[in-house]
């Protein structure tokens, strides 16, 4: 295929146009028009992203950037149908390799490319949040089918190869179940008593400012800040317009709480949302969607039509003279640093996901310079309890400093995967317990930038003042090795870095060469303790060297995993000296070939000897 | 005082240019009338100061360029094997520098390009496929960034080493151009 077709063809200048319409070629809805366009097209062609540049009088440069920052943005040819394999640690420990191998073979592809006909392209991509009924894989980046298994698989192929439409593929595949196993006070959801919104909107803005800090209530997306001194910041920035902005880009691998949250507890998210709005003076609402929730977005939408007809948005929402708030969902396109808020911002503005430097925060200038409030759709949730329910009542819940109940998405080696809500101040033990985790070694708390809990801690609790959980939880058994863990998060962040800066960029991928080389490279027994010291010195370089946090928690997994884990390490280093990670005969095989030479002089022995 | 007291051991410094262009050393001799002072501490061993083709048992081995060939390659185990401290110096020790952007052509090609009938002399080494940075090939103690390092970061480093400190650049010395 021509990449660099002089001209974009009609029926796809055609499909570029009526989205363009729709967005009314508002250039900062481009990280929209380009994923509904693909969503038709396939894939980007450079022609059809200087078609959509000149509508929407932006360079194809700016554009081109921003297609090739996303991964769910196609530069080139892909399959009609593209399937992308979940790659979350507990996928693999689910055996999703297999069935990636399976597949592959099955429609004779490589993953990462196309078929000959260009019906299918097969690939990985980071976790799709269904840890706990995965292997899971991604659908056209529209629907997911989960429990995945070898006959799951056989039969996906049969389809695929026969050219069956997505349509008409069994139901019962993209079934995705809430799997909520513990329920608290979110999960129960509002009693059917509660408040109404205009009830609770009935309070001045500072009385709701004042219920929420009364609460105590502390940002539920991993940071832990208090929620009213965030909302009061922007309340107190100046400037006529304002933002709140729910992050459901909920990235982080192995939690999947806020997909629940937004498939059964909707309300109570926009609820928040306009809670937010009326405390702090915003007129506009976002919520940004995750790529991988996709097939969230008809039902979210119905719900905010829902309410606008129900009069909670739009002019003088929920019947508050002059106070004007509507919520906009836009989707992400397969991009885990744009959880960090400011990352995020910029991909609402249309462009790459790059972090902003901080100050100024997006409380301050956030979204198109507004004061903007940034929450985490768990939080907005907590905030649709307490306006009703006051900030006392949720302050007596949880612990002094940590404070209302949180959610853990559970996943890996246990016998009832799915979704616990537990008061903060809940021990592991507990929730290891509740969950059938058998013999476990290891619980990996917060995603793989939070927390690897070995089990001398399991009587810590999650709570800021302990171990702080952004809310995955994935518990390793005694069969598997923490190397190997740590191994796949590194592989996960050099995936993940949006390449700003050199020290996470270069030093996630540095990381992850010498985790391979510990791993296997060529054989056992090159490791040596030289190995380990580099290990810890890019800990240091991307813990304190590096632009946003993604880089800066990169090597949380190694750091947790070398101290707690040290055996798993010391049993791959065991050279007595430096090894080199190259073979150094190989590396003449091509001056070798030009000349003919095969003397003793053509070759190279690789180990040092001791 | 003591006028009999030995005087204390000189420190045995080897230096070698790999794939390098020697402006390294140019930039070691740019430390000027010091060199007089240096010579009282020091003594080379292997280096192009001194034309002594093999490196002896040294403190401290200097290393300029990156390995663009198998002589290369052994020349520097023969550094590790003899010298207490191996320091990288300049661009391309460090991470194979201009040499390394033939990185993305088959030498094989090139060679093929450049000769017609490639020579295949046992004398003249073969060339690796990709130029490495020296730390990709043997333990490397400290590195001294910069095309080239200046002149007072070479005294720097030398007074630390002669001095038995952990060598630590100071921020104005360290260069990366």
Redesign the interface.
Same mark, same amino acid.
């Given at each position: 295929m021509v990449v660099n077709a002089a001209a974009v063809s009609e029926p796809t200048a055609e499909t570029a146009d009526a989205v363009l319409d729709r967005w009314q070629r508002d250039p900062l809805a481009l990280v929209q028009i380009l994923r509904e366009t693909q969503a038709a097209t396939h894939w980007l062609p450079r022609s059809l992203l200087a078609h959509i540049a000149a509508a929407l009088g932006l360079t194809v440069a700016h554009v081109e950037g921003v297609a090739g920052f996303y991964r769910f943005f196609h530069t080139r040819p892909v399959g009609r149908v593209r399937l992308l394999f979940s790659d979350n640690i507990t996928d693999r420990m689910l055996g999703s390799e297999a069935l990636l191998a399976q597949l592959c073979a099955r429609l004779g592809v490589v993953p990462g490319e196309v078929d000959a006909q260009g019906r299918f392209s097969v690939d990985r991509c980071s976790c799709t949040g269904l840890c706990d009924q995965g292997p899971a894989l991604l659908v056209n980046h529209h629907q997911v089918i989960t429990r995945l298994d070898a006959a799951r698989v056989d039969a996906l192929a049969d389809l695929l190869l026969a050219g069956t439409p997505v349509e008409q593929w069994p139901a019962a595949w993209f079934e995705v179940v809430d799997g909520v196993r513990r329920a608290d006070l979110l999960l129960s959801g509002l009693a059917a008593d509660a408040p109404t919104l205009p009830a609770v909107l009935a309070q001045s803005p500072q009385a709701l400012l004042d219920q929420v800090a009364q609460s105590g209530l502390r940002g539920r997306g991993g940071a832990g800040f208090p929620t009213a001194r965030k909302w009061q910041a922007c309340r107190d920035a100046a400037g006529p317009l304002r933002c709140v902005v729910c992050n459901a880009d909920e990235g982080e691998p192995g939690t999947f709480k806020d997909r629940v949250l937004l498939a059964s507890h909707a309300d109570a998210l926009f609820d928040g949302m306009t809670v937010a709005a009326r405390a702090v003076g915003a007129q506009q609402g976002f919520v940004y969607l995750r790529g991988e929730y996709r097939y969230l977005l008809p039902q979210l939408e119905q719900v905010l039509a829902r309410r606008r007809g129900q009069g909670l948005l739009g002019r003088d929402a929920a019947g508050v003279m002059g106070f004007d708030f509507d919520i906009a969902i836009h989707l992400g396109a397969g991009a885990y640093v744009c959880g960090e808020e400011s990352a995020l911002i910029e991909s609402l503005e249309g462009k790459r996901g790059t972090p902003r430097i901080r100050p100024p925060f997006p409380v301050q200038a956030g979204y198109l310079g507004r004061p903007t409030v940034v929450n985490n759709v768990e939080t907005f949730c907590a905030v649709a309890h307490i306006a009703r329910r006051g900030g006392a009542w949720w302050a007596g819940i949880g612990t002094a400093q940590s404070t209302g109940t949180k959610i853990h998405s559970v996943s890996g080696d246990c016998a009832r995967p799915g979704l616990y809500e537990y008061p903060l101040g809940t021990t592991i033990a507990r929730i290891l317990e509740d969950c059938g985790a058998h013999d476990p070694l290891a619980v990996q708390v917060g995603g793989p930038s939070g927390a690897c809990v070995p089990a001398s801690e399991f009587g810590r609790a999650i709570a800021f003042e302990d171990v702080p959980s952004a809310g995955a939880f994935m518990v390793f058994d005694r069969s598997r090795d923490l190397f190997e863990v740590a191994r796949h998060f590194a592989r996960f962040f050099a995936h993940e870095s949006c390449g700003l800066c050199t020290p996470c960029r270069v030093g996630t991928e540095l990381v992850v060469r010498r985790l391979d080389k510990l791993a296997h490279a060529r054989g056992a027994g090159r490791g040596s303790a030289?190995d380990i010291e580099r290990l810890r010195d890019l800990d240091t370089v991307l813990h304190s060297g590096t632009h946003c946090g993604l880089g800066a928690s990169a090597c949380n997994p190694l750091r947790d995993t070398m101290r707690h884990f040290g055996e798993a390490y010391a049993q791959r280093s065991t050279a007595p000296?430096?090894q080199?990670?190259?073979d $150094?005969d190989?590396? $003449? /095989? /091509?001056?070798?070939?030009? *000349? #003919?030479?095969s003397?003793a #002089?053509?070759h190279?022995h690789t180990d *040092?000897p001791a | 005082m003591n006028a009999s007291a030995p005087a204390p051991r000189k420190l045995r410094v080897a230096t070698v240019s790999l794939g390098g262009c020697f402006g390294c050393h140019m930039s070691l001799l740019d430390i000027d009338e010091r060199l007089f002072e240096l010579i009282e501490k020091v003594e080379f061993d292997r280096s192009p100061l001194t034309d002594i083709k093999t490196v002896g048992e040294c403190d401290v081995g200097l290393i300029e360029g990156g390995l663009c060939n198998a002589e290369n390659v052994e020349v520097l185990r023969a550094f590790r094997a003899h010298c207490t401290v191996l320091v990288a110096v300049g661009a391309c020790a460090i991470t194979g520098g201009l040499p390394a952007l033939r990185n993305h052509l088959d030498v094989g090609g090139i060679l093929q390009s450049v000769y017609g009938e490639v020579p295949d002399d046992p004398e003249l080494p073969l060339p690796l496929n990709r130029v490495l940075p020296i730390h990709e090939v043997v333990h490397i103690d400290h590195a001294l960034p910069g095309c080239p390092p200046p002149a007072d970061a070479f005294w720097q480093l030398l007074q630390d080493l002669i001095a038995g400190r952990t060598p630590v650049p100071a921020p104005g010395l360290i260069r990366y151009d």
């Open positions: 030289f000296q430096f080199p990670d190259i $150094l190989a590396q $003449l /095989s /091509s001056a070798r070939r030009a *000349t #003919g030479r003397d #002089g053509a190279l *040092t | -």
